[in-house]
């Protein structure tokens, strides 16, 4: 994308006001998406962004600029306005980038703009029209695909030249079921670092009947009465509830400012010993894979807590400082427009012991999740929430009729203490995570877990 | 290339492919934003972006394709990519280019926005005056000061050419207390003219957003009388707004589909759409396809008076436009929005709102607005803090439970109306509204 020499140009430049380090991000992504409505294709966004993104450090003091173009001239701009920020001298050593390739783990068989719309649009089609056949009750069926292709392009003062393309594609199918005045929704979205190629792993017409069969058990279902019950949550999607109760708190960004109910605990035992809990970036295929993080640091399977005790965090550059710890490969940022922080990528529970019937047997009243919504949590406190999409009762170990409007809040250091029964099959869902460094991919999983205790919103 | 070459070029590519109804539609803004971090300067940064957005209309159908990239190759590839994704749609929605006649609205001149120095000096100010609100405020406490500068322009073959340009300054504080081992956040913010910030004032908002939460404990379930802060309020009718777009009813995605003239609401609810609310930092006077924005009541007294439509939704239902066709990036497809939608404000004071209540909650806040609330259904069950009721008076803060509900019989539920107004963001507002009925999840 940029030349080696303008690159360190833009860094010498960067730098020369006394910052200790400086880092350049060009990025160039095409994004597209096809929506049906109504069987029909309804609109088509085709977009590329591209632009530079440069922060320099000075201790744990960051200064940042970015501006939405490639031109030479603009690149040693930006570079020049985010040196002046600073005002101290510095004298420059002659930087040499060095060019490192770390890989990439995650091939792409049909590069999705290769694709011609039409090929896209009958896959959607044949998903839409399954989810019609399901049930006269179903109203609306729409489906989306979505492809991006991002490439990126990361140089440093610490020599450091690196890039990578990052192919994502994901299948939106929704549902709506219709009946008495009310509306209810289902859905499925899977989606994977993957090309078109992404179509041979699901069959359309499953997808567009589980939204629908979704909608359909939800028009159907009461509502739940609230209260505190045991929860058994169910693999895949369900994951969600690490993601938020736990998993921001173990960012970096949150910890290093002391915004976190777990800064402070490496080491302790700050979850059921029943919970092992990974970050793993380096996922072949993974919707939240990376081969290298948005700093340029090769992507890293991370275990933050074994067995309950909290090993690591999630750690990035500038807030490894403030906590004295390397980057653990985990900065990452929506596009050249964010800085950089620490972040996601596939986060889940491990496998543990516990058998599904085992679980479910277990409890004499209670909510089965079977799919969860998403949700978000306030770092600071632990305070959690979400939305179950599709949630039954449990009845005398065994699994009832279905319930709508459930959530679940709670707070997060005692709810992981709660996770008293882990299943034996780890499921990774798809989703898209906004925070201060903007909306990434990441995956949640887990097996079937069982939290013994939790606060069921309901009506 | 500069925009004024990139768009003559992308008009030639446009000629030169024999397209002769298309649009242009350009964003640029440009931001400074410093961020305290204890006493320091933790982040400082610039950012400028523009993109420019072509559409063409072939065969009544919309083409789109953006780009930030404005180089010639862009230019040209510009016009493929519309045109190939023209020949895609298939909806029955007819595609119109707006021509010129409408008689547009000017904006007040801008205000003149803060320097670097400037806008650093009063972060680090604001983030005194943080620790100085109470001594128990904690690191982790932090300040943003913001200023931006936006432009719209949209340029069609039917000879529209028309620009907004707006300026404002965002001060955002969030304060961290601890307290007996625990740790509680409050925040506040303020949009609007620099040298209308009240760093004060802004301050001891977010110090006493979280002192007063200290303590805090659940609630047991069971129906309430709930009063929504203006807050709160504002939060559940920006996660519904959408409910209102013809776009969406056309879809079969909202439940008011065809009932204009229905009663949907109490009489005390009236709904207005304003592009040019005073308090807004968001001025406007065109929408995404040209047309000129007008404010309108949307619910009054109760009443559905219309649903807010573009000009294909529209031409569908037989009406005229709303002029609200929005488009939320330079790179998205028309699609309907309100500009500023607010809650008309009553006569009650918070103490009457209390008062009428007796026993109930205070709600003050709602967390998880995208996962646990759904426009389509009206569905909610929200995570939800605030202050106990207790002999129509605000008392003990309580946190960690839902509050449930569907949002059209919450519409028809509301008793009574505050007499404050408070915006979310600069896009929605409300007053506080008392609610009776409401379930809440807890205990």
Known sequence: MLSRKLLEEALARALSTGADYAEVYAEHTRSKYIELVSKKVDSIGDNVISGVGIRIFQGTRCVSGSASTLEPSAVLECASKVAEALSDCATVENLVLRERLFGDVHPIKIVPSDVANAEKIDYLKEACEAAYAYSGEISQATGTFQEVDHRIQIATSEGLLTQDRQIRSRIFISAVASGNGENQTGMIAPGARKGVELFE??????????????????????????????????????????HEACGHSLE?????????????????????????????????????????DDEGTPAQKNVLIENGILKTYMVDKLNGRRLGMASTGSSRRQNYKYEPTSRMTNTYIAAGQDSDEEIIASMEYGLYAKEMGGGSVNPVTGEFNFAVREGYIVRNGKICEPVRGASLVGKGSEIIQKIDMVGKNVVRGQGMCGASSGSIPTDVGQPLIRVSSITVGGR | ?????????????????????????????????????????????????????????????????????????????????????????????????????DCYASLATQ???????????????????????????????????????????????KGLDLEDQLSYSQCYAAAIVKDGGEMYDGDADQMGAYSDMDLDALAAEAVEDAVST???????????????????????????????????????????????????????????????????????????????????????????????????????????????????????????????????PGEASEEELFARAGEGI?????????????????????????????GGRKTAPVKGFTVADNFFTFLKKVECVGRELKLLHGRVGAPALLVQDVTVGGK
């Open chain 1, 201 to 242: 792993d699901f069959c359309p017409g499953e997808l567009g009947r589980h939204a629908a069969a979704q909608a359909v058990t939800m028009l159907h279902a009461g509502y739940i009465e609230a209260g505190v019950m045991p929860v058994a949550i169910e693999s895949g999607f369900g994951g969600v509830i690490f």
């Open chain 1, 252 to 292: 970096a960004s949150s910890v290093a400012l002391g915004q976190s109910q777990f800064a402070g605990k490496l080491g302790e035992q700050i979850a059921n010993v029943k919970v092992t809990a990974i970050d793993d970036g380096t996922i072949p295929n993974g919707w939240g894979s990376i081969n290298i």
């Open chain 2, 214 to 344: 200290i303590g805090a404990q659940g609630v047991a379930s069971g129906k309430y009388n709930v009063v929504f802060s203006e807050k709160a309020a504002a939060q559940l009718l920006m996660t519904f707004c959408s409910v209102f777009s013809a776009e969406e009813a056309q879809k079969g995605l909202s439940l008011l589909k065809d009932r204009e003239g229905e009663k949907i609401a109490a009489d005390c609810v009236t709904l207005v759409d304003d592009p040019r609310y005073p308090d807004s930092v968001f001025q406007r006077t065109f929408d995404g396809e040209g047309v000129a924005a007008y404010a309108k009541n949307v619910v009054e007294n109760g009443t559905l008076l219309t649903l807010l439509h573009n000009l294909a939704t529209a031409e569908k239902a037989g009406v005229k436009t709303t002029g609200n066709a929005s488009k939320p990036s330079y790179s998205a497809v028309v699609g309907v929005a309100p500009f500023t939608f607010y809650l008309k």
């Open chain 2, 362 to 390: 205070y709600v003050t806040g709602l967390q998880g607005l995208h996962a646990g609330a759904n426009a389509v259904t009206g569905d909610f069950s929200l995570a939800a803090s605030g202050f106990l009721l207790e």
């Open chain 2, 111 to 157: 205000q003149e926005l803060p320097g670097g120095s400037q806008l650093t000096d009063s972060a680090l100010a604001l983030q005194r005056k943080l620790y100085q609100a109470d001594s128990r405020v904690a690191d982790g406490t932090q300040s943003y000061l913001m200023a931006k500068s936006e432009k719209y322009a949209l340029y069609n073959s």
């Open chain 2, 1 to 101: 290339m500069t925009y004024q070459e990139f768009k003559e070029a992308v008009i030639g590519a446009a000629n030169a492919r024999g397209i002769g109804e298309y649009d242009i539609y350009y964003t640029e803004s440009s931001a400074a934003t410093v961020e305290i971090f204890r006493e320091e300067i933790k982040g400082y940064s610039t950012d400028k972006s523009a993109g420019v957005c072509f559409r063409c209309v072939i065969s009544d159908r919309s083409g789109y394709a953006a780009t930030e990239d404005l180089t010639a190759e862009q230019a040209a590839s510009l016009v493929e990519r519309a045109v190939e994704n023209a020949s895609s749609i298939e909806s029955d929605a007819k595609a119109f280019l707006y021509p010129k006649g």
